[in-house]
């Protein structure tokens, strides 16, 4: 394969080198997002999400020597596609290219420096969407026909639509909260204990994002008062500024999750807990939030008059494959 790792660097036939990026290039990699990532605005806090270190979730910026292009991809325990169990799939979380430099194979050179790098990190599925990404939503965007075209040429598999909503931050009526339910601010050290407990019983793969959230201090709680029972946990804008979730739910385990969809103080609980980050983002700045890739659609239309934002469809490929040098 003509794209060059770490351990193995060489320059492809056409002079482009592709390599890891630093830390130290984020400045480069805002500037080229600025121009070059047509799917909204990405902060510099935002792609800071992208060199975070740690072994929990290996991560890594591949981009090309000049600036040009960069993908971003991690490896995460996570419900693959082709599979509702969790297993360990590498993810594409960032996939941009200046708008000069297009059309010269570098975003299909990055997903195959990609695919190079979770081979070697024992992967053995790399997929587009179906989470909760940094860059690329929850898929590749249907109107990003560019995007739909080189993973359909790759070979990438299709694995459904991913629907992502929006709202506006400035709210009319809201539903109450459902009675003896406190909704607040994760500030306290109790609060924050009670929280992490929650999430590792309730739903351990956004351990992750909600120590994230705790730290920047974007997380809330629901809890009955009398006895500190947990309801509700949710964050914003761990993945980016101004995006709800992740939202867990007590029961969101195993067979109770379908319960959950009958229970009635569902709504009331999400809503409540949402018209808190809308307040909070509505002080920011912010005029309309996100909500990717629920399956609760109805949930959130109910909760905050959410409407659709984004059609994505999601894709995979099977790293078993081999690919023709």
């Known amino acids: 394969m003509d794209v060059a790792l770490p351990g193995d660097p060489h320059e492809s036939s056409s002079g482009v080198k592709i390599r890891v990026w630093q830390p130290s290039e984020l400045g480069a990699m805002l500037s080229l997002c600025q121009v070059g990532f047509d799917q909204g605005a990405l902060s510099e806090d935002d792609l800071e999400l992208c060199f975070l270190p740690g072994e929990a979730e290996p991560s890594v910026v591949l981009g090309t020597d000049d600036h040009m292009a960069c993908a971003v991809f991690?490896?995460?325990?996570?419900?693959?596609?082709?599979?509702?169990?969790?297993?360990?799939?590498?993810?594409?979380?960032?996939?941009?290219?200046?708008?000069?430099?297009?059309?010269?194979?570098?975003?299909?050179?990055?997903?195959?420096?990609g695919e190079r790098w979770a081979q070697k990190n024992e992967v053995t599925q790399l997929v587009v969407g179906g989470a909760k990404p940094v860059g690329v939503f929850s898929g590749v965007d249907l109107r990003w026909t560019a995007a739909l075209c080189l993973a359909e040429s790759m070979g990438y598999e299709r694995h459904g639509i991913a629907v992502d909503l929006s709202c506006a931050t400035v709210q009319s009526a809201r539903i109450p909260a459902p009675a003896?339910?406190?909704?607040?601010?994760?500030?306290?050290?109790?609060?924050?204990?009670?929280?992490?407990?929650?999430?590792?019983?309730?739903?351990?793969?956004?351990?992750?994002?909600?120590?994230?959230?705790?730290?920047?201090?974007?997380?809330?709680?629901?809890?009955?008062?009398?006895?500190?029972e947990v309801r509700c946990v949710a964050a914003h804008s761990v993945y980016r500024l101004g995006v709800i979730g992740p939202v867990v739910f007590a029961g969101q385990t195993g067979a109770a999750k379908e319960m959950l969809q009958?229970?009635?103080?569902?709504?009331?609980?999400?809503?409540?807990?949402?018209?808190?980050?809308?307040s909070d983002l509505a002080a920011a700045g912010l005029t309309t939030i996100e909500v990717l890739g629920e399956d609760c659609i109805s949930d959130y239309v109910a909760a905050c008059a959410a409407r659709t934002g984004r059609v994505s469809q999601v894709f995979s490929w099977d790293l078993s494959n081999l690919r023709a040098e």
Do not use: C, K, W
Not at 78 to 106: F, K, M, N
Not at 194 to 212: I, K
Not at 270 to 278: D, H, I, K, T
């Open 262 to 278: 009958h229970d009635s103080d569902r709504v009331a609980m999400l809503s409540a807990v949402v018209a808190m980050m809308r």
């Open 74 to 113: 991690r490896i995460l325990d996570a419900a693959s596609p082709t599979s509702s169990t969790l297993q360990r799939v590498a993810r594409v979380e960032l996939l941009v290219t200046h708008p000069s430099r297009r059309r010269r194979g570098l975003a299909r050179q990055l997903l195959l420096a």
């Open 180 to 228: 003896g339910v406190q909704i607040a601010r994760v500030e306290s050290d109790t609060q924050v204990e009670e929280l992490l407990r929650f999430v590792q019983e309730n739903a351990p793969a956004e351990m992750g994002n909600f120590l994230r959230a705790t730290s920047a201090g974007t997380a809330l709680i629901a809890v009955r008062p009398e006895n500190r």
